[in-house]
Structures are given as C-alpha cells and as structure tokens.
C-alpha cells in the first residue's frame, strides 16, 4: 500500500493573496494533503510580524474550509530542513513534498545544508505567471541530489510584494480584511465596500 503524501508550503503570506487561495487548493487537489504556515525568509524583508503574517494564513485556510488544507504554523522556521524534521516527527507515515514557488527555487542550493533537505522530502517546484523558471536552477539542485517535480497550476499572477507596493483589495481574500483594517496594514486600512472575489 503507497504511503499518503503530504504537501508542505512555507510562505512569507505578506501579505496572503487570491494566489495562495488557488495554490493551496491546487496542492490539495494535486497532492491529497497541504499543511501550510508563515515564515520568515531569511532572503526576503517583511512588512508585517511573523505573528500576524500567521493569523492572516490561518484565516485564509478557515476560510478554504478545505479538510485536506490545514495551517500548522508549529512548522515555521527560517531553515527548511528544521521544518522538514519536525514535519517528519508529525506525519512518520507520510511522504513529503517541500513546495517552493519557480521564483524561489534559484535560492534552494544556497539554503541551510540543502544537500540533507533534498534527501529527506521531495521538492516540488510550482512555476509563477510573470516569473522566468531559469534552468540552471534546477540543475544545481539535481546536482545537489535533489529531484525537482514541476508543478503546473492554474494560480493567477499575484503577489504579496505588489500589493504591499500599490495596495490591490482584489487580489485580497475578503475573509482577510478584518485583520487587515485592524492593523492597518499594506495602506488597506479601510476595508472596501465591495471586494470582487
């Protein structure tokens, strides 16, 4: 009998878009299992705590309401390895698919002992609309003795960086905006009378 898979996303949820909503359920739909939390990335500067990138994340997954899509922000570390064993701690049945976006998998081989990382879990690499997947990439982390899988889902071309830059309520989850206008966070400090979903 094949063991279940488990899809594991880190993400800086800077904050949490329409994007993550369709990555989390094409992971779902893809993999079966999706445990998801917010990071810091040690590559990336933040405009919010980690504490409230967290509540946003989980209030995006409460509002999936997808049984197979569960926010476990236990899992949160700047190292992915770190995540990757308590993930094996947690799940001793399950296979594991570390999930990195295309625009994130040049920096895997520069990651903390990378080597070790892509001998424990799979690494599933999710191309980004508007983002070139540069090849070299993935050789480095072959060479590294990973196994890149490349997973093609229908996420629309949002992120987290522009809405912080030019503040987008559509391309905000409403189900967010509560948080959102209480922290006044990313300019979105009023929440709109109409967001299209």
């Not at 989980?58 to 949160?76: F, K, T, W, Y």
């Not at 570390?77 to 994130?104: I, K, M, N, Q, Y």
């Not at 424990?120 to 983002?131: D, E, S």
């Amino acid at each position: 009998m094949s063991r279940p898979t488990l899809a594991l996303l880190g993400t800086s949820a800077d904050p949490p878009t329409e994007g993550h909503r369709a990555l989390l359920h094409g992971l779902a739909e893809h993999y079966g299992q999706v445990a998801t939390w917010a990071s810091d990335n040690p590559f990336k500067q933040h405009g919010a705590s980690l504490a409230v990138r967290a509540q946003l994340l989980e209030a995006l997954v409460a509002d999936i309401g997808d049984r197979r899509v569960q926010h476990v922000q236990e899992l949160s570390s700047p190292r992915a390895l770190t995540t990757v064993l308590s993930a094996a701690e947690r799940w001793p049945r399950h296979d594991l698919v570390f999930v990195v976006g295309g625009d994130l998998a040049a920096q895997v081989p520069r990651w903390w002992r990378a080597a070790e990382l892509l001998q424990r879990c799979r690494l599933a690499v999710v191309p980004r609309q508007g983002y070139e997947l540069d090849p070299a990439a993935l050789e480095r982390i072959r060479a590294l003795g990973g196994q890149p899988e490349l997973v093609h889902l229908p996420v629309p071309a949002t992120a987290s960086s522009s809405i912080r830059q030019h503040p987008s309520p559509e391309q905000v989850p409403p189900a967010l905006w509560a948080e959102l206008v209480r922290h006044n966070l990313y300019g979105l400090g009023q929440q709109p009378s109409h967001t299209p979903r």
